[in-house]
Nanobody, 115 residues
Framework: QVRLVESGGGLVQPGGSLRLSCLASATIFRFYDMGWYRQAPGKQRELVAAITGRSITNYADSVKGRFTISRDNDKNTVYLQMNSLKPEDAAVYYC?????????WGRGTQVIVSS
């Protein structure tokens, strides 16, 4: 069983930055592929960024060059550094362990991008 708790969301102006964190309960965290997904109102949940257990990363085209996913296996934590935020980045961001078909999701943290 893996429990995921996100933090770091909030209100930011366009062009601003936020760092999301996801703390995982699993003692074998280092072996899990981790991902950040987001869901805006009226839209499907989409993959934002993913990182494998060996720290190979993958990004949605819409965030490449602006967002960075990273992980600290000693702290059981995965991060999403979000820079140059745009209004279209506003969504609830969810942490995932094991891929989109897994049952391991956090409850989400909301990101609002508005002036």
């Amino acid at each position: 069983q893996v429990r995921l708790v996100e933090s770091g969301g909030g209100l930011v102006q366009p062009g601003g930055s936020l760092r999301l964190s996801c703390l995982a309960s699993a003692t074998i965290f280092r072996f899990y592929d981790m991902g950040w997904y987001r869901q805006a109102p009226g839209k499907q949940r989409e993959l934002v960024a993913a990182i494998t257990g060996r720290s190979i990363t993958n990004y949605a085209d819409s965030v490449k060059g602006r967002f960075t996913i990273s992980r600290d296996n000693d702290k059981n934590t995965v991060y999403l550094q979000m820079n140059s935020l745009k209004p279209e980045d506003a969504a609830v961001y969810y942490c995932n362990a094991g891929g989109s078909s897994s049952d391991y999701w956090g409850r989400g943290t909301q990101v609002i991008v508005s002036s």
